[in-house]
C-alpha cells in the first residue's frame, strides 16, 4: 500500500532563505507525487505534479520538487522565501496502481512559517 | 475551465441536528469527487468519493453519508450531528484515468455546539 511522510510538522525559514520541505513515499508501483499548499481557511491548491515525465518539476509560486526514486522522496524546495509563502503544504501520492480511481493519500501537513 | 463551489462557507449548528452540504462542480463531466473532514491537527481524512452518479464509497464508517444526485453535484449529510463532527470540510474532484492531482473547493468550515 502506498504512504507518505513528511518530516517536520513546522519548519520555520527567513525571509529570502531557503525553503526545503521533506516528502518520503513507500509505493509498491511506480508512484504519482503531488504536493498542494493550503492557506489559513482556504481549500487546498495544487503546487506541482510528478507523473512520470521529468523528475525535476517545476510548478506555481517559484516551487519545484525532485523525484528521486532511489531516496524514495520528493522533497519540496523554493529558493528564496517570501512571507507570503507561510501556509500548510501537504505531499500526496497515488492510491491505485495507475491511478485509475484519482484517489490520494496525503501526507500530515507541514506548517511554515517565515521571518521577516 | 473548472470551477467547484461549496456551500455554506460556514455553519454553526447544535448537537442532534440535521447537516447538508453541497458540493457542484463547473466546466468537466463525469468527474471523481471527494468530500475530506480536517480536523485540527489530523490533516485530511478522506469521508467519501465517488466515480459516477448514485456510485458512493464510504472509507470511514460513522453518522455521515453522501450523495451524488446529478453528475457534478456531491452532497454531504447527516441526520444528527455530534461534537466530534465539527471541523473542515473540503470537496475535490478529479478525472479518471491517469492521475492528475485533486482539484479543491474553498471548503466549510462546521462548527457543532
Known amino acids: 500500500a502506498q504512504s507518505v511522510t513528511q518530516l517536520g510538522s513546522h519548519v520555520s525559514v527567513s525571509e529570502g532563505a531557503l525553503v526545503l520541505l521533506r516528502c518520503n513515499y513507500s509505493s509498491s508501483v511506480p508512484p504519482y507525487l503531488f504536493w498542494y499548499v493550503q492557506y489559513p481557511n482556504q481549500g487546498l491548491q495544487l503546487l506541482l505534479k510528478?507523473?512520470?515525465?521529468?523528475?525535476l518539476v517545476k510548478g506555481i509560486n517559484g516551487f519545484e520538487a525532485e523525484f528521486k526514486k532511489s531516496e524514495t522522496s520528493f522533497h519540496l524546495t523554493k529558493p528564496s522565501a517570501h512571507m507570503s509563502d507561510a501556509a500548510e503544504y501537504f505531499c500526496?501520492?497515488?492510491?491505485?496502481?495507475?491511478?485509475?480511481?484519482?484517489?490520494?493519500?496525503f501526507g500530515k501537513g507541514t506548517k511554515l512559517s517565515v521571518k521577516p | 475551465s473548472q470551477t467547484i463551489h461549496q456551500w455554506p462557507a460556514t455553519l454553526v449548528q447544535p448537537v442532534g441536528s440535521p447537516l447538508s452540504l453541497e458540493c457542484t462542480v463547473e466546466g468537466t463531466s463525469n468527474p471523481n469527487l471527494y468530500w475530506y473532514r480536517q480536523a485540527a491537527g489530523r490533516g485530511l481524512q478522506l469521508l467519501f468519493y465517488s466515480v459516477g452518479i448514485g456510485q458512493i464509497s464510504s472509507e470511514v464508517p460513522q453518522n455521515l453519508s453522501a450523495s451524488r444526485p446529478q453528475d457534478r453535484q456531491f452532497i454531504l449529510s447527516s441526520k444528527k450531528l455530534l461534537l466530534s463532527d465539527s471541523g473542515f470540510y473540503l470537496c475535490?474532484?478529479?478525472?479518471?484515468?491517469?492521475?492528475?492531482?485533486?482539484?479543491f473547493g474553498p471548503g466549510t468550515r462546521l462548527t457543532v455546539t
Open positions: 500526496a501520492v497515488s492510491s491505485s496502481p495507475g491511478g485509475s480511481q484519482g484517489n490520494l493519500i
Open positions: 510528478y507523473t512520470s515525465a521529468a523528475t
Open positions: 475535490a474532484w478529479s478525472l479518471g484515468g491517469m492521475p492528475r492531482g485533486q482539484y
